[in-house]
């Protein structure tokens, strides 16, 4: 991260004094020991990793105006909106500079599809909010987008940098897809159903910004015609008064939508684990399947 511009250093070390899980470039950590890998490739492709998540967090919360990340005042809220993006840039293109001394064509190509990937899941969603005629196939092309993509760009590069056949690069994939698919899941009940300590952003972000989530989407469904005036009024028209959230929290709990989306996402994180039955039992394979277990807990 380092460079003489002083404010990319700077910008940078705030993000990394706020910590955070690291579970993408866990994932690639894990997933290449799990393959045998005996160099050292993988420690560069998973900071890689690391840097295409930060970047898009940086231009995330200046799009979602957020406060909060992983607890600490949001970098948009420290240095300004035109730093924020303009550090994220420079992420993105260190994760590529990353990439070309890595050398592996297949590398470049796995994780710089992610990268596209991430951004038109990003875009959908902008063009997805704040409508709730949005479907439950659109919501999940979103987070296939902008969260799955990288992690199983994430956990296929360590069984490429392994040189493993391409049955075990997929099944990596294949694990890592439905694990990012189960984290969302779950990030997007937590965000109606957690602290603001456990969740580490505002709790109710996505309420406020009309982000149409599953909890949402199924609570919508199922509601009475009353209740769709309801959410049409605080989701489309943005018009929300003190109590809106509350309200809105306690029709998904009526409703039973808040515990139907952490189902879904067991659901993801049991094809995440059969993802894994073709590789021999050890300790990297039990510390993916932990990590599994870990994305799915956090709804306790």
Not at 27 to 44: E, F, I, N, P, S
Not at 72 to 78: D, E, I, K, R
Not at 210 to 229: C, H, R, Y
Request: hydrophobic letters at 45%; a negative charge.
């Amino acid at each position: 991260m380092q460079s003489p511009v002083a404010l990319i250093p700077q910008l940078a070390a705030h993000l990394v004094a706020a910590g955070g899980k690291r579970i993408r470039p866990l994932l690639t950590l894990a997933a290449a020991r799990l393959c045998g890998h005996q160099g050292q490739r993988h420690v560069a492709l998973a900071a890689c990793v690391e840097f295409i998540h930060t970047a898009t967090l940086l231009h995330d919360d200046v799009v979602d105006e957020s406060a909060l990340r992983r607890g600490a005042p949001s970098a948009n809220a420290v240095f300004g909106n035109k730093p924020s993006v303009l550090v994220g840039d420079f992420l993105f293109a260190r994760a590529f500079q990353i990439m070309v001394a890595d050398g592996s064509l297949r590398v470049l190509d796995i994780l710089a599809t992610a990268s596209a990937t991430i951004a038109e899941g990003e875009v959908l969603q902008l063009v997805t909010q704040n409508d709730t005629a949005t479907t439950e196939e659109q919501y999940l092309q979103v987070i296939e987008g902008k969260t799955a993509a990288l992690f199983a760009a994430a956990t296929e590069v360590g069984a490429v940098v392994a040189e493993r056949p391409q049955a075990e690069a997929e099944a990596l994939r294949e694990y890592g897809r439905t694990l990012g698919v189960a984290f969302q899941l779950v990030d997007d009940a937590l965000d109606y159903s957690a602290s603001q300590a456990a969740l580490g952003k505002t709790v109710g972000d996505d309420f406020r910004e009309g982000k149409i989530t599953l909890p949402v989407l199924l609570a919508f469904n199922s509601a009475a015609e009353e209740e769709q005036v309801f959410w049409r009024r605080v989701l489309e028209e943005r018009d929300q008064a003190d109590g809106d959230l509350e309200k809105a929290i306690a029709l998904m709990q009526s409703r039973g939508t808040l515990q139907a989306t952490i189902e879904r996402a067991r659901e993801y994180g049991a094809r995440a684990l059969d993802a894994l039955s073709i590789f021999p039992d050890g300790e990297e394979r039990r510390a993916l399947a932990g990590i599994v277990e870990f994305c799915i807990a956090r709804a306790r």
